[in-house]
Nanobody, 123 residues
Framework: QVQLVESGGGLVQAGGSLRLSCAAS????????MGWFRQAPGKERDFVAAISWITDSTYYADSVKGRFTISRDNAKNTVYLQMNTLKPEDTAVYYC????????????????WGQGTQVTVSS
């Protein structure tokens, strides 16, 4: 079992920055791909970014490319999402997730999820 706990969400003005953290416990993540998803009210859960714990490869949704950066700290068993130049359309609950196999874009392919953290960007 893997437990994931997100933190770092909040209210920020457009153009501002936030850094989300996802702390993992239960087992090390050296075989997992870690992903960030977001879900706005009334919408589906969308892929934001992912990082392979094995290869360190990163993947981003087109909507956040160049603004968001996913990274990891092996020693802390933690994944981060640095979000810059935030826009009102980035407002959502952000979820951290872990998967062993499958398509990193698909929420259904993830095995473990955090509880989510709210990000609100005001215009």
């Amino acid at each position: 079992q893997v437990q994931l706990v997100e933190s770092g969400g909040g209210l920020v003005q457009a153009g501002g920055s936030l850094r989300l953290s996802c702390a993992a416990s239960g087992r090390t993540l050296n075989r997992y791909t870690m992903g960030w998803f977001r879900q706005a009210p009334g919408k589906e859960r969308d892929f934001v970014a992912a990082i392979s714990w094995i290869t360190d490869s990163t993947y981003y949704a087109d909507s956040v490319k160049g603004r968001f950066t996913i990274s990891r700290d092996n020693a802390k068993n933690t994944v981060y999402l640095q979000m810059n130049t935030l826009k009102p359309e980035d407002t959502a609950v952000y979820y951290c997730a872990a998967r062993l196999r499958g398509n990193y874009l698909l929420p259904d392919d993830y095995d473990y999820w955090g509880q989510g953290t709210q990000v609100t960007v005001s215009s």
